[in-house]
């Protein structure tokens, strides 16, 4: 896929998610078959830049091309500089938050908050854009901030004509959050209405629901978030779904078990060991959903400390269940979460 100046290896992308996309797991999902991964967002703050949580937000080393950093806050300004700031520490592609629907964001009017009020959307992204001239920048945005307010479609031409060069589009207003189901009849308008790519986010969890969302709404790819946490490689099943109409089989826990060590180790090398561990704890979590036994092992697990003794954990889990043949991945009912404590 041709997309902002870049050729990507598909048209798949992961959706920035808050302390999740951080640099290990964007590098796991590319390996396993997105084409771009954007960065958990960057705060616009510029007394922010020193903290420690900001430097590592913004290490790219070792990083596959191209780098997307989302950047979040209300003064065209500030975001302007928080651009700069970005661009001359790595950043390839400048990614817009205008799709967060956190109370903490929106409270201080960024975020989905932001498409309350046009006039300023388009002072933010003209300042973006001609802050960092020879480096794109893009949109995340959501249907709109409620039910009865959905202007994705005039927020995506006052984006267009700004110079925003691609837009991503989650199938919610802010209001909804994260409940109901996603809508993607509003993408497919907003699609109709520019000219610029246009992916489509929300609710996106299987290789055929990717199919079909881009089917309905004519989107040029699909942004997928929660469905690739602990399921990194959604990526290639939708990959080769979408070229060849056939899925692939579900990977053995035995495969599971070798993604998750290097993503453990990846996460202790990128955040130091006492980090390491703690932010390992949820990934572990996700990556055992579906599986027998995955209750009491994630108690078990949040009680250890040590990378030695999570690794071990670890490993007697998906040994147990690699040696017992065990289906993974189905996202069925956990039955039989008796089968390790017996």
Same mark, same amino acid.
């Given at each position: 896929?041709?997309?902002?100046?870049?050729?990507?290896?598909?048209?798949?992308?992961?959706?920035?998610?808050?302390?999740?996309?951080?640099?290990? =797991?964007?590098?796991?999902?590319?390996?396993?078959?997105?084409?771009?991964?954007?960065?958990?967002?960057?705060?616009?703050?510029? !007394?922010?830049?020193?903290?420690?949580?900001?430097?590592?937000?913004?290490?790219?080393?070792?990083?596959?091309?191209?780098?997307?950093?989302?950047?979040? /806050?209300?003064?065209?300004? !500030?975001?302007?500089?928080?651009?700069?700031?970005?661009?001359?520490?790595?950043?390839? #592609?400048?990614?817009?938050?205008?799709?967060? $629907?956190?109370?903490?964001?929106?409270?201080?009017?960024?975020?989905?908050?932001?498409?309350?009020?046009?006039? !300023?959307?388009?002072?933010?992204?003209?300042?973006?854009?001609?802050? @960092?001239?020879?480096?794109?920048?893009? !949109?995340?945005?959501?249907?709109?901030?409620?039910?009865?307010?959905?202007?994705?479609?005039? #927020?995506?031409?006052?984006?267009?004509?700004? /110079?925003?060069?691609?837009?991503?589009?989650?199938?919610?207003?802010?209001?909804? *959050?994260? *409940?109901?189901?996603?809508?993607?009849?509003?993408?497919?308008? @907003?699609?109709?209405?520019?000219? #610029?790519?246009?992916?489509?986010?929300?609710?996106?969890?299987?290789?055929?629901?990717?199919?079909?969302?881009?089917?309905?709404?004519?989107?040029?790819?699909?942004? #997928?978030?929660?469905?690739?946490?602990?399921? $990194?490689?959604?990526?290639?099943?939708?990959? %080769?779904?979408?070229?060849?109409?056939?899925?692939?089989? $579900?990977?053995?826990?035995?495969?599971?078990?070798?993604?998750?060590?290097? %993503?453990?180790?990846?996460?202790?090398?990128?955040?130091?060991?006492?980090?390491?561990?703690?932010?390992?704890?949820?990934?572990?979590?996700?990556?055992?959903?579906?599986?027998?036994?995955?209750?009491? =092992?994630?108690?078990?697990?949040?009680?250890?400390?040590?990378?030695?003794?999570?690794?071990?954990?670890?490993?007697? =889990?998906?040994?147990?269940?690699?040696?017992?043949?065990?289906?993974?991945?189905?996202?069925?009912?956990?039955?039989?979460?008796?089968?390790?404590?017996?």
């Amino acid at each position: 896929m041709q997309f902002a100046g870049f050729t990507l290896r598909n048209n798949l992308f992961v959706a920035p998610m808050a302390g999740v996309t951080d640099r290990p =797991f964007r590098q796991l999902c590319k390996s396993l078959g997105a084409g771009l991964a954007v960065s958990e967002m960057v705060t616009s703050n510029s !007394l922010l830049y020193g903290s420690a949580k900001t430097r590592r937000r913004a290490d790219h080393q070792g990083e596959a091309d191209p780098i997307s950093v989302q950047i979040a /806050g209300a003064d065209p300004r !500030l975001m302007a500089d928080a651009a700069k700031y970005n661009v001359d520490h790595g950043a390839q #592609i400048i990614d817009i938050n205008m799709g967060c $629907p956190a109370k903490k964001v929106c409270n201080v009017m960024a975020g989905s908050a932001l498409m309350q009020d046009q006039p !300023l959307v388009a002072k933010i992204l003209a300042a973006v854009v001609s802050a @960092v001239p020879g480096t794109p920048v893009t !949109l995340k945005l959501r249907t709109g901030w409620n039910r009865d307010n959905r202007n994705a479609a005039a #927020i995506a031409g006052i984006a267009e004509s700004c /110079g925003i060069r691609a837009l991503a589009i989650h199938g919610r207003t802010r209001s909804d *959050q994260y *409940q109901g189901a996603a809508e993607y009849d509003t993408i497919a308008a @907003v699609k109709a209405r520019v000219g #610029i790519p246009v992916i489509a986010n929300g609710d996106i969890d299987t290789p055929q629901k990717a199919k079909s969302v881009l089917a309905h709404t004519g989107a040029d790819g699909v942004m #997928i978030g929660r469905a690739a946490q602990g399921r $990194p490689w959604i990526f290639r099943e939708i990959e %080769h779904y979408l070229a060849t109409g056939t899925t692939l089989p $579900p990977p053995t826990a035995a495969e599971i078990h070798g993604i998750l060590r290097r %993503h453990l180790a990846d996460l202790y090398a990128f955040y130091g060991e006492e980090t390491g561990v703690k932010i390992a704890r949820k990934h572990i979590s996700w990556y055992t959903k579906g599986l027998g036994g995955a209750a009491q =092992f994630r108690a078990r697990m949040n009680q250890l400390s040590d990378v030695d003794e999570q690794f071990a954990a670890a490993d007697e =889990f998906f040994l147990y269940h690699a040696a017992n043949d065990s289906p993974c991945h189905a996202r069925a009912a956990e039955e039989t979460e008796g089968a390790l404590a017996a």
